[in-house]
């Protein structure tokens, strides 16, 4: 028999619980559904069985929707959650935004409904059989920011006239940030069902002092030494290739229908590194250990006389022997449930290819192909060892115009 998920809404008006119910019954032969009448209820019922999904309203007696879904979070790290509430000032959103996956303002459709809570069924679906991974996305609030990158933030939301693009530079060189921001803005009933890829768009539609807030006060992002265990040079260097190959991407969608989004698709395409990070610290510092002591083995050996060293092992493999998912996993999952566009969903789950594309034809080759060309001028941040010299040669003219053009100009003048 085929797993229906199990979908709770919970509001403290009986007469909305009903509506709700009338409303989806529809939905039966798809969802199992329950009803709690305030947020006690709603944990009895996720003490008895595990919920796909929460959706909640925000302003109930006893203990509110943001109360409710931070003990939700504990408790069941790999349930998805909406609030829905008609009467949120905006700092609540903001504040709610930081526990909820997704923001439905009341009164909403059976279409709205039942498209956030499919979109947020389908991004919690592993692309492993083991459906192991589900909580490493599900769980996580806030990522790891270098400590110098985070305090150069601090000093520009210091001036209470900056403007959005003085703060969109800085957070276009922190994926990690620049992913919250993108979530806040997408996940909330400001965007009006649009999907935004753009870092300094969404700070300009949140507002510079929600950011500011948010940052100072919600806790939004959290200190690389604070929770992840490992070196501070992995950091360094994974936010080095991000923004390498965000600014390769880039130029490769030149004039292309994605072009748009290139660039935050190129920046965030290993955020499921800081993803695995965060969820599984010691795992994943074992993992990132192992997987670099390979590659330094493997380094070593390269010599034109040992051009058939047995390579190292990608670090996609020894997150699947040891975690049954991936850094791609991880992270296309975060970024769908952070309600992020598809094609850069798309670009992280793809980012680690077989074979190397030789020319950028969508969103997700452009950014495979720039995530390629920059380790192999700067080294692996996941792929294996022995580097090969990047042969530009099969590529497109575009392609090989473009790549040739970027490394030139990292070439000290």
């Not at 939004?220 to 936010?239: K, Y």
């Not at 965000?246 to 490769?252: D, E, F, K, P, Y």
Request: aromatic share 4%; charged share 20%; glycine share 6%.
């Amino acid at each position: 028999m085929t797993h229906k998920p199990h979908i709770l809404f919970v509001d403290d008006e009986q007469r909305i619980l009903d509506g709700l119910r009338r409303m989806l019954r529809g939905r039966r032969d798809r969802w199992d559904m329950s009803f709690a009448n305030g947020g006690i209820d709603a944990l009895a019922v996720l003490a008895e069985r595990h919920c796909d999904v929460v959706v909640s309203d925000f302003r109930m007696p006893e203990m509110d929707g943001a109360a409710l879904l931070e003990k939700v979070r504990t408790a069941s790290p790999d349930t998805a959650r909406i609030i829905l509430s008609g009467q949120t000032s905006a700092d609540n959103i903001m504040r709610v935004m930081t526990l909820a996956h997704q923001f439905i303002n009341k009164p909403a459709t059976a279409d709205q409904l039942i498209e956030a809570i499919e979109y947020l069924l389908g991004a919690q679906v592993s692309t492993t059989a083991t459906g192991e991974n589900l909580g490493d996305a599900s769980g996580v609030t806030s990522l790891p920011s270098p400590p110098a990158l985070l305090a150069e933030l601090l000093s520009v939301l210091d001036d209470e006239q900056v403007s959005a693009s003085s703060i969109g530079k800085v957070v276009q060189t922190d994926p990690a940030v620049a992913a919250k921001i993108l979530h806040l803005a997408n996940s909330s009933a400001m965007t009006a069902g649009q999907r935004l890829s753009d870092v300094t768009q969404a700070i300009a539609l949140l507002g510079t002092n929600n950011v500011r807030g948010l940052v100072l006060l919600h806790d939004i992002v959290t200190a690389f030494a604070d929770r992840v265990h490992l070196p501070m040079s992995w950091m360094e260097s994974l936010n080095a290739h991000s923004v390498q190959t965000a600014q390769l991407a880039g130029r490769l969608s030149a004039n292309r229908p994605w072009s748009a989004q290139s660039f935050t698709a190129g920046l965030l395409h290993e955020v499921g590194q800081l993803v695995l990070a965060t969820s599984r610290p010691d795992e994943f510092g074992i993992i990132i250990a192992t997987w670099q002591r390979a590659t330094a083995a493997a380094a070593a050996s390269e010599t034109p006389q040992t051009a058939d060293v047995t390579a190292s092992p990608a670090l996609c493999e020894l997150e699947l022997a040891e975690l049954h998912t991936s850094h791609a996993e991880a992270g296309a999952s975060l970024l769908s449930l952070w309600g992020l566009p598809a094609g850069i969903v798309d670009a992280a789950a793809r980012h680690v290819t077989a074979d190397m594309p030789t020319t950028a034809v969508d969103l997700s080759s452009a950014v495979a192909l720039a995530h390629a060309a920059v380790e192999a001028h700067l080294g692996p941040v996941c792929g294996a060892r022995p580097t090969r010299p990047f042969d530009d040669e099969p590529l497109g003219a575009i392609e090989r115009t473009v790549i040739q053009r970027w490394r030139s100009s990292l070439q000290p003048e």
